[in-house]
């Protein structure tokens, strides 16, 4: 599966940006078939997972700084998840990057090396 992010931009905090991550599939394959996640990457930090969704939208998981803020949410028809937030900070800024993996049991995954499949990234900027 090739996924491709799109959806960042400069917002001032208290504002609200949508994130896409739209997935190609091969023939054969379906992207229900794949758990997906939205992670970050702030200016001289590490890549932090932010939040998760089960392969068919059932289940949403988020760490705690973002919860009551950001939604992920899925269209499988169409191939697509978003991640809506709201109430953004500048402590959000950061390159956002979705990612996906074949569904797991149902412990939720949240390093970086448990995904493999990555689209390219869009910086989400919060001015204060």
């Known amino acids: 599966v090739q996924l491709q992010a799109s959806g960042g931009g400069l917002v001032q905090a208290g504002g609200s940006l949508r994130l896409s991550c739209v997935a190609s599939?091969?023939?054969?394959?379906?992207?229900?078939?794949?758990?997906v996640a939205w992670f970050r990457q702030a200016p001289g930090k590490e890549r932090e997972f932010v939040t998760a969704?089960?392969?068919?939208?059932?289940?949403?998981y988020y760490i705690d700084p973002v919860k009551g803020r950001f939604i992920i949410s899925r269209d499988n028809a169409k191939n697509v998840v978003y991640l809506q937030m709201s109430s953004l900070k500048p402590e959000d800024t950061a390159v956002y990057y979705c990612?996906?993996?074949?569904?797991?049991?149902?412990?939720?995954?949240?390093?970086?090396?448990?995904?493999?499949?990555w689209g390219q990234g869009t910086l989400v900027t919060v001015s204060s």
């Open positions: 990612a996906a993996r074949p569904p797991y049991g149902s412990t939720w995954l949240t390093e970086h090396h448990d995904y493999d499949y």
């Open positions: 599939v091969v023939s054969g394959d379906t992207f229900s078939n794949y758990g």
């Open positions: 969704i089960s392969w068919n939208g059932a289940s949403t």
